[in-house]
């Protein structure tokens, strides 16, 4: 008799029962008063009804009919509908609520799903009748055999949604706990037991995400042949790896050829699954299970007898085994249909697998034991080798700093001592060279020669007494000094200096002070101060030298300036020696980094110290405290004196706003633009160019772009290491700019090393010196340059409509460089190779080179040709000039020297 179901707004009610059932019918054909039908039990299998005395098959298409009975209307209510191997169409007083898969009367017109759902209805107060179309035309499985429940909303949601949570929970468990076991595998230790275990995890979790709530499943009608396959094939897999992992856990219990005959058996069920269709491989399931049921009972009598023989860790292998069982046990009651899917839970599998791990990881933990005593053992030297190891590493990073150090030092110490070795070798050169050497500039050229040589004398006595304070054997000469007159005297030094730079130099005395000190050390401690803060000081800022006596009864002596300042984090270390800040501006000062060292040594000895406080931007103050034991006679009163100008030839205004640059453009002379921060070098420079070019000069880099701003000259020569903005920097803003790429660069240099060379040619420089130089050579080199740059400048003025865009100049122009020098040592290479080798006509080549460089053809691979010369002969690569000759494609030696002294105004043989 069919059954009324009766809804009161329970959480759930399941709808199992007796319902009516129109096989091979579909809905339209199967009216409520219609004939047709049986009543059948729901849920269950087509195979297990019978339909006028024969069973129907498995493959066809029905329908389900039930009614329902509501006391009330319920808008928020539920019918929960679970996955079968089917496809279906569930109705609600002939309202289509929920369809999975496609419905029809033929495999054609069919098309299955597996996924449950939880579909929204709105029940009417009184009766519903609820239909249910179902079609299988590739399962072995047909009909409905699952329950059908109906209730709230919020509840059947939320109780699916939890119950996909658990399945997640456990196939995220088992997932990582065998690619735990498979990363131990495969990186620690080649166990077939540990791979076992591995795969049996990872097939059952797959194996829980496609069957059930199928929560790994796709919902996509293509796909759900592949979601069937997973679900047979993990269920095979997993089950052989399971028997592998006991086998291998008990190798001498279980016969070899049991463990091989069931890998044999999975196997072959495997491929029937891969190989046949589902309304095939589906058939075999039922085999399956039974032999799965005889190796399970076989697997319970090797562990049974195991625990009775107390074999090591065979009881909670039982434990293990007894809770899969549960799990797997409930799992097929649900399959068959003997059993509510409620017995199936996951956690039993879970708790399986735990204790499984457990087993493997008792196995391994017998082996981490016998580890142990050996991990103890080399503890201590491990812990000595990493003391070891970290002693080394911070000595080798001390290392690394003291290389930089010794190199920026190194590097500086170069540029100290070439700049007066310039200043002394080219004056007397000229003094010995020239006719008229006894005339008013031969004597100032002396007289430049003659205080570059102090200054270096005295850079020497600073190393020297470095090194006699290191072996402590410096000692002083004290001697009754009058302080004020000594500063006075030494700050003179400094005002010719403060002019040209347009620095204000002032002191400001506020004691009169004999004292009993080494006059000449702490004259080399003031000149240091003094010097330090003129290096640092710039145009229109000021320097002030104070005297006065404290209120320690000490002398105090303060070096202030307004200049860089000096940044937070140099500060605790400006004493330490050969320490030099990282500032780019301050690299570029030069120094040797052991003035400020030893000046804070020269206080010590003297019993007093040297301070320093400085803001960046701002400015610095040093001060030297001299102790009041050294004090021979002091007078405050008659010497307070305001501040005195050492330095008065110029007005605040003037130092503001310099005086623009003053040439005679009526002369015919070229312009040179001599950019360097040392003023004797400037002066020397200019004592022996200034007859035939206009010399424009600036300080640094900064006052050269600001001179460049008026006027465009014909050469620039430029010092490299500079405050503010170095040779370096000024050279790219030249070259990177339209207006002023094309003036001839010559930098001046104390770095002699072959990467710097590169560096300065790299970037577009014509041509460097190194210091001390020749003066004869850098004129030479400077008329050379000249003259290409007037050439350039006249075949590609600027606005020239002809003029071809610079980056494809340059380009082309860096192509023709690769290609001559590719041919270096060939002395029969000439422009037409030339144009071949770059697909150009002869006339358009001519016309590139000549636009882009100045230069013909022939002077552009000649200019290459002696460049390379020149740098064979600075490396000494070879070991004599003839050598050179040939390897630049030259033939002709004299001819060879000839052009070389016309370019660079030196012979080749003084290089070798």
């Known amino acids: 008799m069919e059954e009324t179901f009766l809804y009161q707004g329970e959480d759930e009610i399941t709808l199992r029962g007796n319902w009516r059932f129109y096989y091979g019918q579909l809905l339209e054909s199967c009216p409520n008063d219609s004939p047709y039908y ?153 166990d077939l037991m540990l791979l076992y275990n591995a795969l049996f995890c990872i097939f059952q979790g797959l194996r829980i995400g496609f069957f059930g709530r199928h929560v ?84 319970t009598l090797i562990l049974t007898l195991s625990v009775v023989n107390r074999v090591s860790g065979s009881l909670i292998a039982a434990v293990s085994w007894l809770l899969l069982i549960i799990g797997v046990g409930s799992t097929g009651l649900v399959y068959f249909n003997i059993a509510s899917e409620v017995l199936y839970l996951g956690f039993w599998n879970l708790l399986s697998y735990l204790v499984m791990t457990f087993v493997t ?191 320690e009864k000490s002398i105090e002596i303060s070096v202030a300036d307004t200049g860089d300042g000096i940044p937070e984090k140099d500060l605790p270390f400006i004493f330490e020696r050969f320490y030099q800040a990282d500032d780019p501006n301050r690299l570029n000062q030069g120094g040797t980094g052991i003035g400020l060292a030893l000046c804070q040594e020269l206080a010590r000895l003297h019993e007093g110290k040297l301070s320093v406080s400085s803001e960046p931007g701002k400015g610095s103050v040093f001060t030297l405290i001299l102790p009041e034991t050294l004090i021979i006679n002091i007078d405050n009163a008659s010497c307070l004196q305001p501040v005195t ?14 005086n623009p640059i003053m040439l005679d453009k009526g002369s015919h002379k070229p312009t040179v633009l001599l950019v360097e921060d040392n003023a004797d070098m400037r002066q020397y420079i200019r004592s022996f160019m200034s007859e035939i070019y206009q010399i424009i000069e600036a300080s640094d880099g900064i006052e050269a772009l600001r001179c460049l701003d008026e006027t465009i000259p014909d050469l620039i020569i430029s010092d490299v290491m500079m405050p503010r903005m170095d040779g370096i920097e000024l050279a790219m803003k030249v070259k990177g700019d339209d207006k002023l790429k094309n003036i001839p660069f010559i930098t001046l240099t104390a770095k002699a090393t072959e990467s710097d060379k590169i560096e300065t040619l790299r970037i577009g420089i014509d041509d460097y010196l190194i210091k001390p130089f020749n003066a004869q050579e850098l004129a030479v080199r400077a008329a050379n340059l000249i003259n290409n740059g007037k050439e350039r400048m006249a075949s590609n003025p600027i606005g020239s409509e002809e003029e071809v865009t610079p980056s494809f100049n340059d380009k082309l122009l860096s192509e023709m460089k690769e290609v001559v020098l590719d041919q270096l040592g060939n002395s029969a290479f000439i422009i037409d190779d030339l144009a071949n080798a770059l697909n150009m006509s002869v006339s358009s080549l001519k016309r590139v080179i000549k636009k882009a460089s100045g230069l013909s053809p022939g002077k552009f691979i000649r200019e290459i040709r002696l460049f390379q010369a020149k740098n064979l002969l600075q490396t000494k690569k070879y070991a004599t000039v003839q050598e ?22 030196k012979r080749p043989s003084e290089y070798l």
């Open 645 to 658: 100008l050492l330095s008065p030839d110029f007005s605040m205004g003037e130092l503001i706003h310099p």
């Open 361 to 551: 990881a008792q196995g391994f933990g017998r082996s981490f034991k016998k580890l142990e005593r050996l991990q103890k053992v080399t503890s201590a030297q491990r812990d000595e080798i990493e003391t070891d190891k970290s002693i080394i590493e911070k000595q080798a990073e001390k290392l690394k700093e003291i290389s930089a150090m010794q190199t920026r030092w190194f590097t500086n110490m170069a540029h100290e001592l070439r700049t007066p070795l310039t200043l002394i070798l080219g004056p007397i050169r000229q003094f010995l060279n020239a006719p008229s050497s006894r005339s008013s500039t031969g004597i100032e050229n002396i007289q430049l020669a003659e205080k570059n040589s102090v200054g270096l004398l005295r850079l020497v006595n600073e190393i020297l007494d470095v090194s006699r304070l290191e072996s402590n054997r410096l000692s002083l000469n004290k001697k009754p000094t009058h302080l004020t007159r000594l500063i006075r005297e030494t700050a003179a030094q400094f005002d010719s200096i403060a002019k040209q730079k347009g620095v204000i130099l002032s002191m400001h005395i506020l004691a009169d002070v004999e004292l009993m000190i080494d006059k000449d050390r702490i004259q080399n401690v003031l000149i240091n101060l003094i010097s330090n803060a003129m290096k640092f000081t710039h145009k229109g800022e000021q320097v002030k030298i104070s005297i006065r006596h404290s209120q």
């Open 216 to 299: 790994l499943a796709i919902d996509e009608e293509s796909f759900w042949v592949l979601n069937v396959h997973m679900e047979y094939l993990t269920f095979y897999l997993a089950n052989m790896f399971l028997l592998l992992f006991f086998s291998q856990s008990y190798k001498d219990q279980i016969a070899n050829i049991v463990r091989k005959l069931w890998v044999v058996v999975s196997l072959i069920f495997v491929a029937s699954t891969v190989l046949f269709p589902l309304h095939i491989y589906s058939m075999f399931l039922p085999v399956y299970l039974v032999l799965a049921t005889l190796m399970s009972l076989y697997a």
């Open 38 to 190: 049986t009543i059948q039990h729901v849920p269950d299998l087509w195979t297990n009804y019978e339909i006028g005395g024969s069973q129907p098959s498995a493959f066809g298409h029905a329908t389900y009919q039930v009614p329902i009975f509501s006391k009330d209307a319920y808008d928020a209510s539920a019918i929960e509908v679970k996955g079968c191997y089917s496809a279906f169409r569930l109705y609600l007083n002939g309202e289509l609520i929920r369809s999975s898969g496609k419905v029809g009367t033929s495999a054609i017109t069919s098309a299955h799903s597996v996924l449950p759902s939880v579909s929204e209805v709105a029940l009417a107060q009184g009766e519903n009748i609820l239909q249910l179309e179902i079609s299988n035309y590739q399962h072995n499985k047909g009909g409905f055999y699952a329950d059908v429940i109906l209730g709230t909303k919020s509840y059947l949601t939320n109780k699916r949604n939890k119950q996909a949570l658990v399945d997640m929970f456990v196939i995220g468990s088992l997932t990582m706990i065998g690619l735990f076991f498979l990363g131990m595998y495969a990186f620690w230790k080649r």
């Open 884 to 905: 050179v000759v040939f390897a630049v494609g030259f033939e002709n030696a004299s001819h060879f020297s000839k052009l070389y002294f016309e370019r660079f105004g």
